[in-house]
């Protein structure tokens, strides 16, 4: 007679990437491995390695970066068994497979929605400071938001990443012509600030301020390899992704970012940045690839 599965805790540790690509990883993780072999609770725990470049959110002694973010994972009881991971259950919603999940699939904004709801509870105090630069705004006016990426980050789209001259183009179309409106803009390229405000008035662009940003896009990126890694790196892009979760739509190209605000706000329109041409030419390529997309019932 065999006895009963041994129920354990997934831990869930931070691996070598942006801070956006280990937050899906950790719903990723919730969604495919949640209920299997016996895992019944999970745990974040990012620790900082020196050697981790692109996860350059801090030093050693500030701990577990992820409760400087958010409150522990919401669950009621966790088993003394632990197993860990460092990577996404799934590649399917990271990397070259994002642009297909977006095009492509309908529900996964829905899954990682509701295990957001369920799970993930962001601190108060990161709270308040999206409050304090963009509440009254986005509550009172139609709010476009723009994810617009450093072009090092050109390697993970389909195409080059667009240029600044291309997302206000895309964003035109959107604003509304009978009621207020505002752009809600988060970049890593300072010169992309400028750009926005002398295109739209730098009365209706909301941006972060104090932001740790290129000084031009020739410039290394800020959140890989800095000088002096900092928490507040952290905090900052995590603000920048909140903001555009109250947006009503978001111009966008592949991030992981821009996957987390569309699973925060399933409710928000992404509009994602290219051509006509690079639209039906990717759709192309769709069609004559092995879909990358796994899915289960969530749990």
Request: hydrophobic share 40%; proline share 6%; aromatic share 10%.
């Amino acid at each position: 007679m065999t006895g009963e599965a041994e129920t354990r805790t997934l831990v869930i540790r931070n691996w070598n990437a942006g801070l956006f690509s280990n937050f899906n990883g950790v719903l990723n993780n919730l969604h495919f491995r949640l209920g299997q072999d016996g895992i019944e609770a999970a745990i974040v725990d990012w620790a900082i390695d020196p050697k981790l470049a692109h996860f350059s959110y801090g030093a050693p002694e500030d701990g577990n970066i992820w409760l400087h973010l958010f409150e522990p994972l919401a669950f009621d009881e966790f088993p003394e068994s632990q197993i860990e991971t460092m990577s996404f259950a799934d590649l399917g919603m990271t990397g070259g497979n994002a642009y297909g999940m977006y095009k492509r699939n309908r529900n996964w904004r829905g899954i990682y929605h509701s295990l957001y709801r369920k799970f993930i509870r962001v601190r108060p105090e990161i709270l308040t400071r999206v409050e304090t630069i963009c509440g009254a705004a986005t509550s009172s006016r139609c709010c476009v938001g723009v994810h617009y990426r450093h072009p090092a980050h050109s390697i993970e789209v389909p195409d080059l990443l667009p240029s600044v001259e291309a997302y206000i183009r895309n964003v035109r179309p959107i604003l509304p012509r009978n009621q207020p409106w505002t752009v809600v803009l988060a970049t890593d390229v300072e010169p992309a600030v400028g750009a926005f405000q002398q295109a739209f008035g730098s009365d209706r662009v909301i941006v972060q301020p104090g932001v740790t940003r290129a000084a031009a896009e020739a410039s290394e990126q800020v959140h890989i390899k800095s000088v002096v890694p900092q928490l507040a790196l952290a905090e900052q892009v995590l603000i920048d992704c909140l903001m555009l979760a109250r947006c009503g739509a978001l111009v966008h190209a592949t991030s992981n970012l821009a996957t987390a605000v569309g699973l925060i706000n399933p409710n928000l329109k992404m509009v994602y940045c290219e051509t006509w041409a690079q639209a039906v030419r990717n759709r192309f390529r769709l069609l004559s690839s092995k879909p990358r997309l796994h899915w289960r019932s969530a749990p």
